[in-house]
């Protein structure tokens, strides 16, 4: 299975300022379609997860363009480039390129 | 507007079963992939299951595998999970999603499943 290890695991940011996840898989993600399938979820408090980036740069529909999403092979990273209130929850990175979908463990994501 | 709402969740005894249901609207069911993820309370996302638009294609989770059975009904545009052999570490909630290109485009609000005695 691909182990996908976030770090830091909690994030106290002061808002306004950037924030940074990192995520590395065990392995690389590159499908053999060429395609690579990492995504950033965001759950906030008490909600289900939503999608914010897919395929390690993308957008997803509605998402602030504050947020952003780079790397390749088996080093990503999230990036906020200012944080507001609502960014406060926690965020997962998640690979689709291999079975088991695997999740990393999370980085919380609070106000100072 | 896309929705996902599941049910069947509740208090279930070691070894018991459940079966939970998605259902879907706001999109064409039959044309995507489908996911269930879940979550133990406090802790971080697990993938549980992956069932194909045809059913064609069905993974499991090597925790599940064995227990869970997924399936769809796509003329009802709805998912199930049929739970078996229940075990303490099953308790969660468990949460439907829609996914396209490996990448999970809507979930429900999850419904909770605890096994205990």
């Known amino acids: 299975d691909i182990v996908m290890t976030q770090t830091p695991l909690s994030s106290p940011v002061t808002l306004g300022q950037p924030a940074s996840i990192s995520c590395r898989s065990s392995?690389?993600?590159?499908?053999?379609?060429?395609?690579?399938?990492l995504s950033w979820l965001q759950q906030r408090p008490g909600q289900p997860p939503r999608l914010l980036i897919y395929?390690?740069?993308n957008r997803f529909s509605g998402v602030p363009d504050r947020f952003s999403g780079s790397g390749a092979g088996t080093d990503f990273t999230l990036k906020i480039s200012r944080v507001e209130a609502e960014d406060v929850g926690v965020y997962y990175c998640?690979?689709?390129?291999?079975?088991?979908?695997?999740f990393g463990q999370g980085t919380k994501v609070e106000i100072k | 507007e896309v929705q996902l709402v599941e049910s069947g969740g509740g208090l279930v005894q070691p070894g018991g079963s459940l079966r939970l249901s998605c259902a879907a609207s706001?999109?064409?069911?039959?044309?995507?992939?489908m996911n269930w993820v879940r979550q133990a309370p406090g802790k971080g996302l697990e993938w549980v299951s992956y069932?194909?638009?045809?059913?064609?294609?069905?993974y499991y989770a090597d925790s599940v595998k064995g227990r869970f059975t997924i399936s769809r009904d796509n003329a009802k545009n709805s998912l199930y999970l049929q739970m078996n052999s229940l075990r303490a570490e099953d308790t969660a909630v468990y949460y439907c999603?829609?996914?396209?290109?490996?990448?999970?485009?809507?979930w429900g609000q999850g419904t909770l499943v605890t096994v205990s005695s």
């Open positions: 999603a829609r996914v396209r290109g490996g990448s999970y485009l809507d």
């Open positions: 706001g999109f064409t069911f039959s044309s995507y992939s």
């Open positions: 069932i194909s638009s045809s059913s064609s294609t069905i």
């Open positions: 392995q690389s993600l590159v499908h053999s379609d060429g395609n690579t399938y």
């Open positions: 395929k390690i740069s």
């Open positions: 998640t690979q689709a390129t291999q079975f088991p979908w695997t």
